[in-house]
């Protein structure tokens, strides 16, 4: 069993940055894929970045702003975000994925966090 803790959601004016974490325990997350996704209200939850190993991957409306990296001694994966636009606006879930293969569809990651919420004001 995987437990995902997320931190670091706020508030941030557009254009600005934020860090989230994700903290995992029960296992290692090696040979997991760890992923973020994101849902917005009224809209369904979508992929935002996923790490596997040391390849990533992002969806195309954040890639160049968010980078997703990990610290395996803490057990822990980050998401870093710049340049935060309106419509990144959304409660963001860590995710854990029992494969080495990166997928984008929510259904398939097995362990999610509570989620944490980012609002970017303009």
């Known amino acids: 069993q995987v437990q995902l803790v997320e931190s670091g959601g706020g508030l941030v004016q557009a254009g600005g940055s934020l860090s989230l974490s994700c903290a995992a325990s029960?296992?290692?997350?090696?040979?997991?894929?760890m992923g973020w996704f994101r849902q917005a209200p009224g809209k369904e939850r979508e992929f935002v970045a996923a790490?596997?190993?040391?390849?990533?991957y992002y969806a195309v409306s954040v890639k160049g702003r968010f980078t997703i990296s990990s610290d395996n001694a803490k057990n822990t994966v980050y998401l870093q975000m710049s340049s935060l636009k309106l419509e990144d606006t959304a409660v963001y879930y860590c995710?854990?994925?029992?494969?080495?293969?990166?997928?984008?569809?929510?259904?398939?990651?097995?362990?999610w966090g509570q989620g944490t919420q980012v609002t970017v004001s303009s």
């Open positions: 995710a854990a994925r029992g494969s080495v293969l990166i997928r984008t569809t929510p259904s398939e990651y097995d362990y």
């Open positions: 029960g296992r290692t997350f090696s040979g997991y894929v």
């Open positions: 790490r596997s190993g040391g390849n990533t």
